[in-house]
Each structure stands twice: as C-alpha cells, then as structure tokens.
C-alpha cells in the first residue's frame, strides 16, 4: 500500500475556447495522504473544482487534460481508457459536489440512487442492495433510513440531501473521496454536522480530498492544506503551520481578511485588485500585480515552490526564506 | 392530488359544455331553416312545419340545447340528414379510420423523433445533428398538404410503390400517416434535442457519471427520464390533436375518418353530423389536455407532491 492514497504530478488542464487557452489548472502537484484529510484552499475560480474533476475524469469539453500524471493508490490512472475509468468511479475514487440539491436526480427515489452506484460496481440482489444501502443510511447519520430511502430529493433538506450524496459516494468503500464544497450551500450548523461526518469517515480509513474557499472549514478539518491561486499551489503546509506561519503573501492576505471578518473590524479587511484572468496569466508570479512585495524578479519568472523552515512547508515566493523586518 | 385531478376534471367537463353550447348556437346563426334544406327546394310549407315540429326546431334554442345534451349522453346525437343513418354509428366507424391513421402516424413520428432528437443531442454540432435538425426544420415549417402532394407524387405515382388514396387495405395508410407525423416528429425531434441538451448540464449527470455510469447508462438511466417529461406533454396534446380528426390529411388521401365527415357535413349543411363531429373533436382535444396535465402529475414527483 503506497502511503499516498493520491498523488498528483505537473498536472495541467485547460479550456480551449475561442478566445484561447484558459488555463485553470496550472501545474499542479499535490498528495492526499491515507486516511488524511488532505485540504485545498482558495478563492473561487482558482482552479479547486477542475482540479478535483481531473482527477475523476470529469472535466467538461472544451476542457482537457493537457499534461501531468495522476495516481491512485499507486496505480498510475491518467491515460485509461474510458471504461476503465468509469470502473473505478464511485467505486474506488468518489466524489460529492456542492449543492446537493441540483446533484440528485429529481424523479428517481434516493434509496434508488444509492443502490445504483452499489450494482453498478458489485453483482448484488436487490434485495442485498437495499439492505446495504440502509446500512450505509444508518453510517451518515440518516435517521429512519427505510423510510427515507423512499422519499425524492425535493422531500429532504439540504443537509439530509447531501447526507445522502456522501452515502453514495461512500457505499463501495472506496480508497478516495473528493468533497467539492461540500457545506457551501448548508448553514452552519448542518455545515459542523457533515464535517465531523468527514472527520468520522476519515478514522474509519478514507482518504479525503476537501475542497472549500472557507479557511474556517479547512481549520476545523483538514490536516495538510494547499492553497490555491489562479490555477497554481502557492502555498502547502500542515494545517497548524498554515494558520501559524503562512509565508505567502496571498496566504497571509487571505488570512488576514478572514480574521478581520471574524473579529468585526471596523474595516474589513480585503485585498486589493483582481484575480488574474486566467487567459492571460502576468508572466511572472500570479500575484505580483496584488502583491506589495512585489519586485522585479517576480513580474519576470514564476517562482518555484521554495521549502520553508518547518517540515513540508512549502511556498511560491521568491520571498519565503526573508525573515519579516 | 385526487383533489387536483378531479378539480381539473370538473373544468374539464365544463369547458365542454361550453364548446357543445358555442357550436349549438353558432349553428342555429346560419341563415336558412335546416328542415327546409333537408326536405328539398320543392317541399311544400306545411311539409317543412311538420318536419320543423319533429325535429324540435321550434322551440327555444336552449331548450333545444339541453335536449341535445340529454341525448348526447345517452349516446344518441341525432340521425344524419345526408346519409340517414344515426350519427353515432357514422362517428364510429369513422373513427376507427381516424385512430388507425393517428397510431401510424404517431407511433412512426415519435420514435424517428425522439431517435433522431437524441442522436442530435449526444453528438450536437456533428453531421447527424445538422442533417436531423434541417430535416426536423422542414418537419416543421412545411405544410401537410404539401408533404401529402410530394408523398402522392413521388411514392404514389412515380414509384408505384403505395397506393395514392383510398385504404382498401392497411397499405393505404401508410402515405397519409407519413404526412400527418411529419410535423410532430419534427417537432418533437426538436424538443428532445434542446431538453436533452439542457438536461445533460445539469449537476446530476454529473453526479451519474461520478457514480461510474457509463455514457449509455447516464443517458438512459438518468438524462432521458427527465428529458421526456416536457415531451410526453407535447407527445399528448399530439396525439389528440390527429385522432380529434385529421381534415386536411383524410381529405388528400380520401380516409374515411372524422375529419373527413366534418367536411362532408359541412358540404351538405348536415347539422345533426357537422354538430356531431365538431363535438367529438372539441371532447378529444379536451381530453387530450387532461390526459397531458396527469402524465406530467404523475411522472415528475416534486409536481406531485404539491398538489
Ligand atoms: N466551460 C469553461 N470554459 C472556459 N473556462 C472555464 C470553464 N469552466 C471553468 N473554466 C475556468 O476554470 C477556472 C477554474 O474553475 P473552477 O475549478 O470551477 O474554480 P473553483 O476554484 O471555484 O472550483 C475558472 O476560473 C474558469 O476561468
Ligand atoms: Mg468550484
């Protein structure tokens, strides 16, 4: 067994569209440790969701993977073929998506749509899948599991909706599981409900991949985190070092303004300009136009990920190693 | 949603009858007494009161109206002047013309609609999706007697392969029904096509195909159920449309079906007949609709559980 339930190398993907090549995920190169929930961090658009569709096979037309590699579990999965793929999706490699309501089928029961991702993957009765299935209700904290099973989407809430998402993606116990934002549409309450619902699949021995643009949810969970930026990792660390010591300055500028959210300044505290459009990405560093560090080495050349002091810390700064004055 | 469904019937059923009493009345507008018409030019006056008296053309018109009603529902709708027979029997065999033609028809629009419709979809912008489409256009926008002149020249008279008109045997329904489900299989090819389309952006396909469904599996497991909800609706009110009786269609290809009596009606001032077949078409229509409006009640359940 490899010690990385996920790996991923130089992985490049990119939308062809009329106006050229959208580069929405730009070298990219991350690990999800076994049984760790492994974070990825960011604004929206950056890359997170494209990423994670990747490595799924599911990235849209005219979007393709360009370059890179992608293993699971050891076995290297860029270049199967399709049905190969569709054999390990929902079966060894799950994901759940963001608004689970639009992401189950409306006219199907969903004690149906559970069983079907079961004998998609395994020769079993009805019977057995229905039995399963309420076993695997039970696990996510589905209370009255038969009962539910038959109900349509539209009869649950949002949070027993996407209790219902992770039975799915969680009945053939697989290897990894990919969470795209997956308390974003939930109020915070059913948010702590899912994420200590993570946190228990995790013990049990899944790996996870979380995605969110909440450094709070991130906080709570996750034990490595990358932070992503216009398509790039600029910055990983372990989830304590990361909120200690962020290094980047689009880290500590995320940081920043997610403190001063919390605390109630007077201010908020924002950061200035735009994200980069990702058509035409600023020859150097992403960041440079925002950034007040800015020099003329990082508007030539894109920085390479430096190691910073503390173990698997790592940042695309030309100043990471700089002691603050 | 029994209260739903049979609140609706009720609408329904009076919607009816104000069709039944628009017909009545426009009928009794046209000029000239119809006992007049139906003795001849040469009867003499008290001939023509006698039949007035019999035929209940004397008294008030809703009190005739409410008669006629009586009767309809007894199944009785009066007796041709022009043919002399009842025209519930004529309606009867005329209509099982009309429904041979409209199972035909739909049967054969249908599936080269919803095939073609799909096809287009799965490979949208390819030369299957543009040769459909162009097809489907001209489904549409043309008329049916002029695909009906096309189908009698070419099929018909050049190729002798099917008879021109007439249907001495199954075979010469064949060319009417070719016509009649031209347009609805192009209308419907269309609309699976952009529900389709719009169907396979959604989230849930998505989430099929992260369950490790294949493309056919996500096709007809999860895209096509949904996308025949809207299409089922248009596949109904289609259906009645040709089986409320196809004038045009019956009329080119001489199909003793309901259109064809209306017309033969109107031809003859029988108003017994005229009155009969227009009633009919107007209940078909009707109950076309509220068979559309269940199908949907009962296949989309968030509908469901509203009502
Ligand atoms: N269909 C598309 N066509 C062109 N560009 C796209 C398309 N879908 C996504 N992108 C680009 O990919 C980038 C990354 O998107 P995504 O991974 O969804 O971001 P997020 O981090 O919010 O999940 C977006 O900024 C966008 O520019
Ligand atoms: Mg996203």
Redesign the pocket.
């Known amino acids: 067994m490899a010690d990385n339930t996920l790996e991923i190398r130089n992985l490049n993907t990119s939308?062809f569209?009329q106006h050229g090549e959208?580069r929405?995920?730009n070298d990219v190169s991350l690990d999800v440790r076994r049984a760790q929930i492994t974070g990825i961090v960011?604004?929206?658009?950056?890359?997170?969701?494209?990423?994670a569709?990747s490595v799924m096979g599911l990235v849209?037309y005219?979007?393709r993977i360009v370059s890179g590699r992608i293993r699971l579990d050891g076995k290297e999965i860029t270049g199967l073929s399709k049905k190969e793929m569709c054999s390990l999706r929902g079966n060894e490699l799950s994901m759940i998506f963001q608004e689970p309501m639009s992401s189950l089928n409306p006219v199907m029961k969903v004690g149906k749509q559970v069983e079907e991702t079961l004998r998609i993957h395994q020769h079993v009765t009805k019977e057995e899948a229905a039995r399963r299935t309420e076993e695997i209700f039970r696990e996510v904290g589905i209370s009255d599991a038969r009962s539910r099973m038959a109900c349509y989407p539209h009869q649950l809430s949002g949070g027993l909706r996407q209790r219902v998402m992770i039975a799915m993606a969680m009945i053939c116990k697989p290897k990894l599981l990919i969470a795209?934002?997956p308390t974003t549409a939930l109020d915070v309450t059913v948010e702590a409900q899912i994420l200590s619902l993570m946190k228990r699949l995790c013990e049990g021995g899944t790996s996870i991949l979380l995605?969110s643009?909440n450094l709070g949810v991130i906080a709570q969970v996750c034990d490595y985190v990358y932070v992503?930026y216009a398509?790039r990792i600029v910055e990983q660390a372990d989830t304590c070092t990361l909120f200690d010591h962020p290094v980047h300055p689009y880290t500590r500028a995320l940081l920043g303004a997610a403190s001063s959210l919390r605390s109630g300044a007077a201010r908020l505290e924002t950061i200035p300009g735009g994200v980069p459009n990702?058509l035409h990405l600023p020859s150097g560093c992403s960041f440079s136009p925002r950034c007040e560090k800015c020099a003329r080495q990082c508007q030539n050349e894109v920085p390479q990920m430096l190691p910073v002091s503390g173990e698997g810390h790592l940042a695309r700064c030309y100043f990471a190693n700089v002691p603050e004055e | 949603m029994v209260r739903n469904a049979l609140q609706r019937l009720l609408q329904s059923v009076l919607v009816l009858l104000g069709a039944a009493l628009l017909v009545f009345l426009m009928l009794r507008i046209i000029p000239g007494n119809p006992a007049a018409v139906l003795m001849g030019e040469h009867a003499d006056a008290t001939v023509i009161k006698r039949m007035t008296e019999e035929l209940g053309l004397d008294q008030p018109v809703l009190v005739q109206f409410f008669r006629y009603i009586a009767d309809a529902l007894r199944g009785d709708f009066g007796t041709s002047f022009s043919l002399g027979k009842p025209v519930s029997e004529l309606m009867a065999s005329a209509f099982v013309n009309t429904l041979i033609l409209a199972l035909f028809a739909s049967a054969y629009a249908w599936i080269l609609g919803i095939i073609s419709g799909v096809i287009a979809a799965v490979k949208k912008n390819s030369l299957p999706d543009r040769l459909f489409m162009g097809a489907s256009l001209l489904g549409v926008s043309m008329p049916v007697f002029m695909a009906a002149m096309l189908l009698q020249f070419f099929l018909g008279y050049q190729l002798k392969w099917l008879p021109i008109a007439g249907t001495s045997d199954w075979t010469g329904f064949i060319l009417p029904a070719i016509a009649l489900g031209w347009n609805s299989a192009g209308s419907v090819a269309r609309l699976v096509r952009s529900t389709l389309l719009e169907i396979l952006e959604e989230d849930y396909i998505d989430t099929a195909r992260a369950k490790g469904r294949g493309q056919m599996g996500v096709l007809m497991v999860h895209a096509l159920r949904n996308a025949m909800l809207p299409v089922i609706t248009m596949m109904a009110i289609q259906l009645s449309g040709m089986l409320s009786g196809a004038v045009i269609t019956e009329t080119v290809f001489s199909v003793n079906g309901i259109g064809r009596l209306a017309v033969q009606a109107i031809s003859s001032r029988d108003i017994p007949l005229l009155q009969g077949t227009v009633l009919f078409s107007a209940a078909i229509v009707i109950i076309g609709n509220y068979v559309a409006d269940s199908l949907y009640n009962v296949l989309d359940p968030r509908i469901r559980k509203e009502a």
């Open positions: 939308f569209t959208v929405a995920v960011g604004e929206s658009g950056c890359g997170k969701s494209m990423t569709r849209r005219p979007g795209d934002e995605i643009h992503m398509g990702l």
